[in-house]
């Protein structure tokens, strides 16, 4: 059998190893590439689930599998893996209708608990479920989340995600499988698409910005340093039947953010002191005000417990992970 891949998963067993092995879902995608790469290196079996055939660096197996395939499909790929980091799901979407609140509960609900469930049937260890930051809310004011504030998703995509927690949780606690469970705020790297993509033609523009006034404080978290805490999560004592929260450990505001991504492009934007009341005000008529809202406003997440008690660093600074994502 190749290791890049199941040439015939009916007669497929994973190997008997002295390595710990781990099953990822979503693979193909942004952070589950980084994750398979650093795991591989580190010493571990990677087996990489993804919907479409792909390759995946650093995975040592790689099945084709999608979150509602039959039971016996997932617990023969599953048999004999230690740990399980799922990644898969319906991803959030600009202008998400509420009609989709169903798409969403199928895929991101009823899918994890199905994965889940075959998980704790076969033996796995340690079920890492990574969420998002957006179960907790979409704007901080006062202080920043922590991860035993009450969940206040605003819409489906959120709503879906704490439903999966809920609901892979619920698997955990009656059997005898671990379970973590780690929101990030906004991931970046090279090759990152959607918002923060934009964020980065923007300070590339010779055009003047209108966002020099605004003095808000948003966490982020480079790909790389997401994927390092997963790794720690995956075999801490403390790291069990915890939910954390990841960030770099600096807040930038828009300006400082724009400012930071154009210098290290060889930029110097033009930042206008625009009042963000005004581009809030004017956000309807632009057809942008999610985007804007964002732009002006504040999220930031609360990190310490993961230093405090997992002993986790970033490993890389914000501006080492900016660096890498646009050069």
């Known amino acids: 059998m190749s290791a890049r891949g199941i ?40 087996i990489a689930t993804t919907r479409r055939t792909t390759d995946v660096p650093g995975a040592d197996t790689i099945a084709q599998l999608a979150l509602g395939q039959q039971p016996a499909d997932w617990r023969r790929v599953l048999t004999g893996v230690d740990c399980v980091v799922h990644l898969a ?42 969420s998002s930051i957006k179960v907790n809310g979409e704007a901080t004011h006062v202080k920043p989340f922590a991860a035993t504030d009450r969940p206040a998703p605003q819409d489906a995509y959120a709503r879906s995600k704490l439903a999966a927690e809920t609901a892979i949780q619920n698997v955990c606690e009656t059997g005898d499988m671990e379970y973590v469970c780690i929101r990030p705020p906004l991931v970046y790297g090279r090759g990152v698409g959607a918002n923060f993509a934009r964020l980065i033609a923007l300070s590339r523009t010779r055009l003047p910005l209108p966002f020099g006034a605004i003095k808000n404080a948003r966490s982020l978290v480079y790909v790389d340093n997401l994927c390092d805490l997963i790794r720690l999560s995956l075999t801490h004592p403390s790291a069990a039947g915890r939910t954390w929260l990841v960030s770099d450990g600096e807040d930038l505001s828009t300006p400082e953010l724009l400012r930071r991504l154009a210098q290290l492009q060889g930029f110097r934007p033009t930042l206008l002191n625009v009042p963000p009341a005004v581009l809030i005000k004017l956000a309807p008529v632009l057809g942008a005000t999610g985007p804007i809202a964002r732009l002006c406003g504040s999220l930031r997440v609360d990190g310490t417990p993961a230093r405090e008690e997992l002993g986790w660093r970033p490993p890389l600074t914000v501006n080492q992970g900016l660096e890498r994502t646009v050069t």
């Open 7 to 46: 040439a015939d998963r009916t007669s497929w067993t994973p190997a008997v190893h002295g390595r710990p092995c781990v099953l990822i879902t979503g693979a193909s995608g942004f952070v589950g590439r980084s994750l398979c790469a650093m795991l591989h290196d580190l010493g571990w079996l990677v």
């Open 89 to 130: 799901g319906r991803v959030h979407q600009m202008g998400t209708a509420a009609k989709d609140e169903q798409a969403f509960s199928v895929d991101n609900v009823e899918g994890s608990r199905f994965l889940a469930e075959a998980s704790a049937d076969v033996g796995v260890r340690r079920f890492v479920y990574i």
